[in-house]
């Protein structure tokens, strides 16, 4: 079992900043594969970011160029980065692991954290 807990998340205005942490305990963490998804109201939970066990970072369309994703094995933690935050980027934030490939798609995830809210107001 991975336990997964975010946090980092709150409100900020169009054009800020913040950095989501997803700290991970239970398992190896660097033998995990860890994502970043969102979920906004109404809307499917989607792919925002994924870094590979050995480091390798994958991105939605709508995260290139403005997040970062990144890991600190040492801290059992991944972390998102997230700058010129728009309106749209509002929503729950939840952090993945998965042993086997980085989670891309909502289904076949094993473990999932319970989400940290961001609110960007323009």
């Known amino acids: 079992q991975v336990q997964l807990v975010e946090s980092g998340g709150g409100s900020v205005q169009a054009g800020g900043s913040l950095r989501l942490s997803c700290a991970a305990s239970?398992?190896?963490?660097?033998?995990?594969?860890m994502g970043w998804f969102r979920q906004a109201p109404g809307k499917e939970r989607e792919f925002v970011s994924g870094?590979?066990?050995?480091?390798?970072?994958i991105y939605a369309d709508s995260a290139k160029g403005r997040f970062t994703i990144s890991r600190d094995n040492a801290k059992n933690t991944v972390y998102l980065q997230m700058n010129s935050l728009k309106p749209e980027d509002m929503a729950v934030y939840y952090c993945?692991?998965?042993?086997?490939?980085?989670?891309?798609?909502?289904?076949?995830?094993?473990?999932w954290g319970k989400g940290t809210l961001v609110t960007v107001s323009s």
């Open positions: 993945a692991a998965d042993p086997r490939k980085v989670p891309m798609v909502v289904s076949g995830v094993d473990y």
């Open positions: 239970g398992r190896p963490f660097s033998m995990y594969n």
């Open positions: 870094i590979s066990w050995s480091g390798t970072t």
